[in-house]
């Protein structure tokens, strides 16, 4: 089992850059894949970006924010990141880490077990 506990969040104006920093605590942080979702105001939650499991060589992100977000891992703090740079004001949300011990990468919330309790992005026109 992981507990995850996200920081990072605040106010920022378009165009300015905030980093997302997820800690894990348990045992065997690289043998989950990692996931960032945000829940935006009267929105379903969605996917942000995804990391594979042991090195996290892998990752993926959605439409919205690739070339935007860069997502990675250091296993040995056990800590999940996320850096957000040109930030948008549709990039308002709350936003969570997730863990999964079934799939390396996922794009779906069923497919993590674990969540944390999320961090407010604010981002100001």
């Known amino acids: 089992q992981v507990q995850l506990r996200e920081s990072g969040g605040g106010l920022v104006q378009a165009g300015e850059s905030l980093s997302l920093s997820c800690a894990a605590s348990?045992?065997?942080?690289?043998?989950?894949?990692m996931g960032w979702f945000r829940q935006a105001p009267g929105k379903e939650r969605e996917y942000v970006a995804g990391?594979?499991?042991?090195?996290?060589?892998?990752?993926d992100y959605a439409h919205s924010v690739k070339g935007r977000f860069s997502i990675s891992r250091d296993n040995a703090k056990n800590t999940l990141s996320l850096q957000m740079n040109a930030l948008k004001p549709e990039d308002t949300a709350i936003y969570y880490c997730?863990?999964?011990?079934?799939?390396?990468?996922?794009?779906?919330?069923?497919?993590?077990?674990?969540w944390g309790q999320g961090t407010q992005v604010t981002v100001s026109s």
């Open positions: 348990g045992s065997s942080f690289s043998t989950y894949g």
């Open positions: 997730a863990a999964s011990h079934r799939f390396a990468i996922g794009i779906r919330e069923g497919q993590y077990d674990y």
């Open positions: 990391i594979g499991w042991r090195d996290g060589s892998v990752s």
